[in-house]
């Protein structure tokens, strides 16, 4: 598999209703943020604002996984 296909699988596009609300709910608790200066995520984020869709809703990568369940 070629590194674009794997990056483009990897991404969390609003395009369907389920993933709007889920890239929503991400935004709306603080866990999809834009990096830090340095590439880092701040406490408490899981995944980056990587692009933004046509319609304005952040395109996302997971980076990490939350302890909390």
């Known amino acids: 598999m070629s ?3 794997r990056d483009r699988e990897e991404l969390i596009i609003p395009e369907t209703a389920e993933a709007i609300e889920f ?3 991400l ?5 999809a943020v ?3 200066a340095d590439g880092s995520l701040p406490p408490g984020a899981t995944h980056e ?9 952040p395109i996302l990568r997971r980076r990490r996984y ?4």
């Open 66 to 69: 939350s302890g909390i369940v």
């Open 49 to 57: 604002i990587v692009g933004v869709t046509k319609n304005g809703l």
């Open 27 to 31: 935004v709306a608790r603080g866990e």
């Open 34 to 36: 834009k990096v830090n």
């Open 3 to 5: 590194s674009k296909k």
């Open 23 to 25: 890239v929503k709910g």
